[in-house]
């Protein structure tokens, strides 16, 4: 359907789910007393970096860019990172969604993933925390703090002009706080039910040197053994996952300035410890780690930084990351002992360039290289002896990127990038994007986009190509593709922010894997067409109550090939609200609501299915946080009580079997000198 021609019922949809969303409940977020920086940063259209990799008022960026800064971090009260982007219009999020490689939750824009999310790129500072096994995002390994984190840039669609393939549905850039940001000293204790964390930061400078080092300690409990209310009645169904998780954190950055002009920066971070995985040995058929799967993530990270003379600069960035883990695994169906161990290296090295070469145009522009090599027996050959050439998987990449803006006239912007990007698995590809942002009027801006993004097919999905397929292969694994457009609107009012944004994407080439296998020699058969509309709206209620609220509504058309449900793969009406009011200098509370409708999310290991189990039914859960803060000697503190699921509800997340936990509570303390 042509977004055109449904404009107008379109944003009337858009319009009764903003209404409902206020009057149902509405919740909402609000700065304390002592937060400038925030009230600054909402006061008038916030800065993005990540759209186009260029400075620029998220009203002029070439996408849809939701904004999460470090207060709404803590006054949504969440435990696990992926847990915050409920908050972001569309995405969907699932607790501890997958029982293989590591327990984890998974993060996904628009659905049409499995557990994993390899159908969205996440970074930390620019450098990608892609897996190279399995695509997506571990969010339990990757070695940040969450008060490290100074804020969060979500792009809404597809950025494969700035980013390159994998940035396919969308991007998350977290970027964390510079040195110079962080000094002195910091202790966060938290202790409740399934929860218990030690979290300590320090500090310090010496002339140009700021550093700052932090180290956790942090046990999860994950999911209730034995399930309050299943879904189905097949025997040993009535079991969650194993999912208990220690983790151990260390995560060093230092920034050094040499002279006006150029600064180094240096990270290092280490994520270890031990997940369990798999289910109980009463379930049939099951598969566990043995003492569970000790993970271990680490990379360093180096960037030199030069401000040239005429207001742009130049950066070259160079980053070693590697994804290691260690398990037995037994089949309790024929007691096989299964060796679970992986190990993957990741180099990577980037140069960029942004000039001015005239008062009405910026262009940044660069390039990088990237070299990929992984190790995992069990799943690149799915334990067959017989063929240890697959037991190892190598990947390159080459891309140049470019992205041109141009200010035709002081209210007519224009953002031109492509990049054309080579790899050893697909060969190569451009990725174009075209955006004219027109501000109508002041504080109202209209946004028209164009965008196309690849996806390279992850390890394992090239494995089972060659593995399964071997000389009976038709064709060759290709990239998914995706062509998207969109119209968006940002207005500002008093005391009221809009973000409203409305799309159509076209997905083909979908790589049909399901289990263990491929499901046709047609590796890339699947199609989609995605469209449908979202928003967020920022409401200052009062000088001490802040409202946020987010919907979205999705529709997908897709006749399923090879038994996958696509059409079924998102849910098509989500939204949540944050409510948060400051008493006083010292009291704060905030309240979360978060709902998502049914949905059918693809599953590699469930095969293609049309089964009812494993839809899963729409879900609400309340969330509350009520904070004091102190002084504490020269420094402050705060004491917060954070209850999840207020409601105790009983509901599922991603699949049948996937029963999340009820109500939790745990309370911080944080001191910081």
């Not at 925390?129 to 070695?143: C, E, H, K, Q, R």
């Not at 980037?350 to 000039?355: M, P």
């Not at 590796?523 to 067409?529: K, M």
């Not at 095969?607 to 402050?636: E, I, M, Q």
Request: glycine share 8%; proline share 3%; aromatic share 10%.
């Amino acid at each position: 359907m042509c977004i055109k021609s449904n404009l107008s019922r379109l944003m009337l949809k858009a319009g009764a789910l903003a209404v409902a969303g206020l009057f149902y409940g509405a919740p909402a977020w609000c700065l304390d007393g002592n937060s400038d920086s925030e009230e600054s940063f909402l006061a008038d259209m916030p800065v993005v970096l990540t759209a186009s990799r260029l400075s620029q008022p998220v009203d002029e960026a070439p996408a849809a860019v939701t904004v999460i800064d470090r207060q709404m971090i803590r006054d949504a009260g969440i435990w696990d990172l992926s847990e915050v982007f409920r908050l972001v219009p569309g995405m969907y999020v699932a607790y501890h969604a997958t029982d293989t490689y590591t327990t984890d939750s998974t993060v996904s824009y628009h659905g049409l993933s499995d557990a994993y999310g390899h159908r969205m790129q996440v970074l930390v500072d620019g450098r990608s925390v892609y897996s190279p096994i399995f695509g997506g995002t571990l969010w339990s390994d990757i070695p940040v703090a969450l008060d490290d984190i100074e804020r969060i840039e979500v792009i809404r669609g597809p950025d494969s002009a700035s980013y390159g393939a994998n940035s396919f549905m969308g991007v998350i850039n977290i970027i964390t706080r510079h040195a110079s940001e962080s000094q002195g000293k910091m202790l966060s204790l938290s202790a409740g039910s399934n929860h218990d964390e030690a979290v300590a930061r320090y500090g310090g400078q010496n002339g140009d040197l700021t550093y700052r080092l932090t180290a956790s300690a942090r046990n999860d409990h994950g999911e209730s053994s034995v399930m309050n209310a299943p879904l189905s009645t097949l025997s040993g169904w009535n079991y969650n996952k194993l999912d208990d998780k220690q983790i151990r954190l260390l995560a060093i950055r230092a920034d050094y300035r040499l002279g006006n002009r150029d600064e180094l920066e240096f990270q290092f971070g280490y994520n270890g410890g031990t997940r369990q995985e798999g289910w109980p040995a009463s379930v049939p058929d099951s598969t566990s780690a043995l003492g569970g799967r000790k993970v271990e993530n680490q990379f360093e990270l180096f960037k030199w930084r030069r401000a040239l003379n005429n207001g742009g600069d130049f950066s070259v960035q160079f980053y070693r990351a590697n994804e290691s883990s260690t398990a037995t695994l037994l089949n309790t169906k024929n007691g096989q002992i299964l060796n679970g161990d992986t190990n993957a290296d990741r180099y990577d090295l980037e140069i960029q360039h942004t000039l001015l070469p005239s008062a009405s145009t910026r262009i940044v522009w660069g390039g990088s290289v990237r070299s990929d090599n992984a190790y995992a027996p069990l799943y690149f050959q799915n334990g067959i002896t017989r063929m240890p050439q697959y037991q190892a998987q190598s990947f390159f990449l080459s891309r140049i990127f470019g992205n041109l803006e141009w200010r035709v006239w002081p209210d007519l912007i224009f953002n031109l990038g492509a990049m054309s990007e080579s790899s050893s698995y697909t060969g190569t590809a451009i990725t174009p994007r075209a955006a004219v942002n027109w501000h109508v009027v002041p504080n109202h801006t209209l946004r028209a986009s164009y965008s196309e993004a690849t996806r390279t097919p992850t390890m394992y999905e090239k494995n089972r190509e060659a593995a399964y397929l071997g000389n009976y292969l038709r064709n060759e694994m290709q990239s998914e593709q995706i062509k998207s457009s969109e119209v968006g609107y940002l207005g500002k009012f008093s005391g009221l922010n809009v973000d409203l944004r409305i799309f159509s994407d076209a997905l083909t080439g979908l790589i049909a894997l399901n289990g263990s296998a491929l499901v046709s020699d047609n590796l890339n058969s699947g199609n989609a067409r995605v469209k449908g509309f979202e928003g967020q709206l920022q409401w200052d209620v009062g000088t001490r109550t802040r409202l946020v609220y987010s919907f979205s509504h999705v529709e997908i058309a897709s006749n399923n090939q090879d038994g996958i449900p696509y059409a079924t793969a998102a849910p098509r009406n989500g939204q949540s609200m944050m409510l948060t009011h400051r008493f006083n200098q010292n009291w704060n509370a905030s309240l979360m609501n978060y709902q998502a409708g049914a949905t059918h999310m693809i599953d590699s290991d469930s095969g293609p299915s049309d089964n009812p189990r494993y839809f899963v039914d729409f879900s609400r859960r309340w969330d509350a946080r009520l904070a004091y803060r102190f002084k504490a000697g020269r420094g402050s503190g705060e004491l917060a009580l954070i209850v999840q699921n207020l409601a105790d509800a009983q509901y599922f997340e991603y699949r049948h079997d996937n029963e999340v936990p009820g109500r939790t509570a745990w309370l911080n303390l944080k001191l910081e000198m």
